[in-house]
């Protein structure tokens, strides 16, 4: 299978979007560690210190705020196609569309609903670069929506976002050619 240079910072991304359960927790060190393996420096970066502050802090502070910013906003949770719901047949027919990325990739979810972020970040990461690059091209508009949201909410992991963005966006230069 060809390989998917932005797989890391994917899966990465992933990983620190999910739920801080004990299993998380005791993951951290071995995901920090992944994270020094990164090619691009300015993601690098991000990592390294999203990791420091994640190290630094309580880890019941540090859930209690996942919490806030994920289970009891509407602005910021995980669902991207909750984040505009004005009108449901659009969520619907979003929400197809993020299932049909799965199915065409030869993956079907059971656990998580298609639209939820660090599933389709696993997702992209799983695939060749060319289906990565389509899949983040697809939910490019709601990722800039969530980071705008999470910098207005002056929480770090918007520099998450960042990172992916910046890494699709290279992506699309590589595949372009």
Same mark, same amino acid.
């Given at each position: 299978?060809?390989t998917?240079?932005?797989?890391?910072?994917?899966?990465?991304?992933?990983?620190?979007?999910?739920?801080?359960?004990?299993?998380?927790? !005791?993951?951290?060190?071995? +995901?920090? *560690? @992944?994270?020094?393996?990164?090619?691009?420096?300015?993601?690098?970066e991000?990592? !390294?210190?999203?990791?420091?502050?994640?190290?630094?802090?309580?880890?019941?502070?540090?859930?209690?705020?996942?919490?806030?910013?994920?289970?009891?906003?509407?602005?910021?949770?995980?669902? %991207?196609?909750? +984040?505009?719901?004005?009108?449901?047949?659009?969520?619907?027919?979003?929400?197809?569309?993020?299932?049909?990325?799965?199915?065409?990739?030869?993956?079907? %979810?059971?656990?998580?609903?298609?639209?939820?972020?660090? @599933?389709?970040?696993?997702? @992209? @990461?799983?695939?060749?670069?060319?289906?990565?690059? +389509?899949?983040?091209?697809?939910?490019?508009?709601?990722?800039?929506?969530?980071?705008?949201?999470?910098? !207005?909410?002056? %929480?770090?992991?918007?520099?998450?976002?960042?990172?992916v963005?910046?890494? *699709?966006?290279? %992506?699309?230069?590589?595949?372009?050619?």
């Open positions: 299978m060809e998917n240079r932005i797989q890391k910072p994917l899966l990465l991304t992933s990983y620190l979007f999910e739920y801080p359960s004990k299993e998380w927790w !005791e993951g951290v060190p071995d +995901h920090a *560690a @992944a994270a020094e393996e990164i090619e691009r420096p300015q993601s690098r991000v990592f !390294e210190e999203f990791f420091g502050y994640v190290k630094e802090s309580d880890p019941q502070e540090f859930e209690d705020a996942y919490v806030r910013a994920f289970d009891f906003s509407q602005n910021t949770n995980l669902y %991207l196609t909750t +984040h505009n719901r004005t009108d449901f047949g659009k969520q619907s027919e979003e929400m197809l569309r993020y299932k049909q990325l799965f199915l065409d990739a030869g993956y079907d %979810l059971d656990r998580e609903l298609p639209d939820y972020l660090p @599933a389709l970040l696993e997702l @992209a @990461a799983a695939v060749p670069e060319q289906e990565a690059q +389509h899949i983040l091209s697809e939910v490019r508009p709601k990722l800039e929506l969530l980071r705008d949201r999470l910098i !207005e909410a002056k %929480l770090p992991y918007a520099f998450l976002l960042d990172v963005l910046t890494e *699709a966006a290279g %992506l699309e230069g590589r595949t372009a050619s």
